[in-house]
């Protein structure tokens, strides 16, 4: 089967020089392998080359086009008859059923419905009929859903290339990736079929949003929010402050959960190597137990929840490399209530909203683009109603952006963060935010962090014959953070597996293949309890009898699933359990013993582990998985000052406009502070809360 392909940036520079010998369905045989350079960005002020960019792309379709016109005239080939395929998607394999005729794509049914419902499960009939009129595989992704899409494309390629007999490639997208930001969506006002008016629009509903509607709720502020979901998205569970009064009755009992301020600031400073906005911090660490206190009082009052605080630093008796801090408040349903499953926060919030009466919710409403008049003030928005998917223009004197991170854009992932697209493997739980928000505040001026973080946990795996990678769906495996012996695919081991998931998850970056092995025993089960972890991955109570998030009973079943699909491999010996993870077997067999030496001296002479977390694999049987990054959510944003205003390149607020959470950058850089537990979920509420008590005073 001869193999056809198209690269977006080769295409273009043969193509200007002469016109190729094409293939049917948007495919270009690979006569030609050069790659013209993709047109030049930078991370911190990604305007600059913008218009340079979309003169290229629009050459780039134009030729694409002309292309794809030419190919079909030149009349590609096909078996008439129906083809099907399958690929693997974020949650399940998606299908595709194509049927030809003679010349040309007549029909195509894709099924997503394996997938994520509100998100890949959805965009079926979308891709399907993009499929059909180009007539093409190579289609463009749907932005939040582009896992499931890029699925749908292999799939759609295999199908075409069993009808031609030609092996079919997607294209590369590298060109489009360097244009993540494009240009700003351009809606006339014809196109506008409803118009609303409010004081404050907060745009989004989720850890950020909510906050700010309670806040607007206090404050007796008219208020319209809007989410492009069709419900809204509950606070995290885990929620970072210093000094509420939760945290300082711990502290009555046990002195040593205190908390220095300066050197809780400084030690955040610190994981950001001083990419960071100092005041910032400082904000959170001055505001963030009254924010505790208010929204644990409004979950409290409800009758149907209690807060506890999450009292652990881990095992005292051992100086940590790492110094954890007990900053974690969780919400707990009462006991009559723990069964509702209607019963959520945002149900709880959304009563709180309704009971003051000057809040209203709108969903299924996307943010199109901001709003601005001549001075540059932001005047509000124009969204979209997915209901029916009419334009409404929304006028507010404030706006304030809750509208999350990146995380499912693919392009600015892999034009802003290609590390982490190398550590992660896809799996449905996480962020579902497009960075729409963040690109509607650039083209209104906004400037973005200068360096791009995420936040990532050592909790997906694969299966024993992949590896890490953003094109790579797999498991949750919320097992992955404890401080097992971990080897990579030489079967060595190579760090101290105790500390902040990051500098794990950096130090794989930095092995074979970017991807690891969890090694654990039949003995796992005390030793998750003797390891006295903190934050969320604490599988046991906390030492004030505090609940952990997920226990290790509950934890076991979710691996003995892992186990039956093929993900995590048991063994009798050490030698079987090499052969299932395809590693070697006589240097991992070498790597355990060592490992067991130094478990029996009860010193890490290799890399410094403390003595508690280093536990032997000397119990049959034995268990391993590929490990990788869990991708939650992205953590760089737009900057803004101490009132939570965006700020432009000068560092002037834009009138009008502020953002919180993960949209807004300032304060991560290069790592999550992990071992301040809840910190980006308390940062995020703390600086809604102080947004609108700030606008409130004006």
């Known amino acids: 089967m001869t193999k056809q392909t198209i690269s977006r940036r080769g295409f273009v520079k043969g193509f200007a020089a002469s016109f190729m010998s094409l293939a049917g369905l948007g495919i270009l045989n690979a006569c030609s392998n050069s790659d013209a350079p993709a047109p030049a960005t930078t991370a ?48 399940s394999d998606v299908k595709v059923t194509m049927t030809f005729d003679e010349t040309s794509i007549k029909d195509v049914k894709v099924d997503t419905s394996g997938e994520t419902p ?41 199908c ?53 509607a309670l806040a607007a709720a206090d404050a007796g502020i008219e208020t319209l929010v809007i989410e492009k979901k069709e419900t809204p998205t509950n606070v995290r569970e885990d929620i970072g402050g210093i000094g509420s009064k939760w945290q300082l009755e711990s502290i009555k009992t046990m002195p040593n959960l205190a908390i220095d301020k300066m050197e809780a600031m400084e030690d955040i400073v610190r994981y950001g190597t001083g990419y960071v906005d100092y005041n910032l ?27 506890q605080h999450e009292a652990g630093v881990g095992d005292t008796r051992y100086q940590e490399r790492d110094k954890a801090y007990a900053t974690g408040h969780s919400p707990h349903k009462k006991d009559e209530f723990k069964d509702d499953k209607s019963l959520t926060t945002s149900a709880v919030f959304t009563d709180y909203c309704n009971a003051k009466g000057n809040v209203t919710f709108k969903f299924s409403t996307a943010l199109v683009e901001l709003l601005q008049d001549e001075s540059g003030k932001v005047t509000g928005v124009i969204a979209q109603d997915q209901t029916d998917d009419h334009y409404v223009k929304i006028l507010a004197d404030n706006v304030l952006m809750a509208t999350g991170g990146y995380a499912t854009n693919t392009s600015m992932m892999n034009a802003l963060q290609p590390m982490t697209q190398e550590m992660k493997v896809q799996c449905t739980k996480g962020s579902t935010c497009d960075g729409s928000g963040i690109k509607a505040m650039l083209w209104a001026g906004g400037q973005m962090d200068p360096i791009h973080e995420s936040m990532m946990f050592n909790r997906c795996c694969m299966k024993p014959d992949e590896t890490a990678g953003y094109k790579t769906s797999g498991e949750w495996f919320w097992f992955g953070e404890q401080p097992f012996l971990k080897v990579n695919l030489k079967g060595e081991r190579f760090c101290n597996e105790s500390g902040p998931y990051e500098f794990m998850l950096h130090s794989m970056e930095m092995q074979p293949h970017h991807t690891y092995c969890d090694i654990f025993d039949a003995n796992n089960k005390q030793y998750t309890e003797q390891f006295q972890e903190v934050g969320c991955c604490r599988l046991w109570p906390f ?43 006589d240097t991992f067999v070498a790597t355990v013993e060592r490992y067991n030496e130094l478990c029996a001296k009860g010193e890490d002479e290799d890399y410094g582990k403390a003595p508690h977390r280093m536990t032997p694999v000397d119990t049959a ?7 990788a990054a869990w991708h939650l959510t992205t953590l760089d944003g737009i900057r803004i000052n101490t009132n939570m205003q965006v700020i432009d390149k000068n ?20 790592n999550y502070p992990n071992l301040f537990t809840g910190l980006a979920c308390g940062r995020t509420m703390t600086f809604a809360r102080h947004a609108v008590n700030y606008i409130a005073s004006l």
């Open 160 to 212: 075409i290339s069993q009808a031609s007999g030609q092996e079919v490639a997607l294209s590369d997208d590298a060109a489009t990736d360097a244009d993540w930001l494009g240009t700003k969506p351009e809606i006339s006002d014809s196109d506008i079929t409803e118009e609303l008016s409010t004081k404050l629009l907060i745009v989004g509903l989720g850890t950020g949003g909510w906050p700010a």
């Open 44 to 91: 911190a002020d990604p305007t600059t080359a913008a218009a340079t960019e979309a003169a290229a792309e629009a050459a780039t379709q134009a030729a694409i086009e002309a292309a794809n016109t030419a190919a079909k005239a030149a009349g590609m080939t096909f078996t008439p008859g129906t083809y099907e395929a399958t690929a693997k998607g974020i949650a």
């Open 118 to 158: 509100t998100i890949g499960g959805k965009i079926a009939d979308d891709v399907a009929k993009s499929i059909l009129d180009g007539q093409t595989a190579d289609i463009d992704a749907i932005a939040g859903a582009t896992v499931t899409t890029d699925a749908v494309k292999k799939a759609a390629a295999d």
């Open 651 to 670: 560092g002037d607020p834009i009138e009008g406009l502020y953002a919180t959470g993960d949209c807004s950058g300032g304060f991560f850089a290069n």
């Open 281 to 307: 911090i400082k904000l959170w660490a001055n505001e963030s137990g009254e924010l505790v206190n208010w929204i644990g009082g409004i979950l409290e009052d409800s009758g149907k929840y209690y807060m």
């Open 543 to 585: 030492d004030n009898g505090a609940l952990m998030n997920r226990d290790y009973d509950g934890v076991w079943k979710s691996n003995e699933e892992l186990i039956e699909k093929g993900y995590i491999v048991k063994a009798d010996t050490l030698e079987d359990l090499a052969k299932g993870l395809n590693i070697p077997v």
């Open 621 to 627: 049987p034995f268990y391993g998985v590929r490990t």
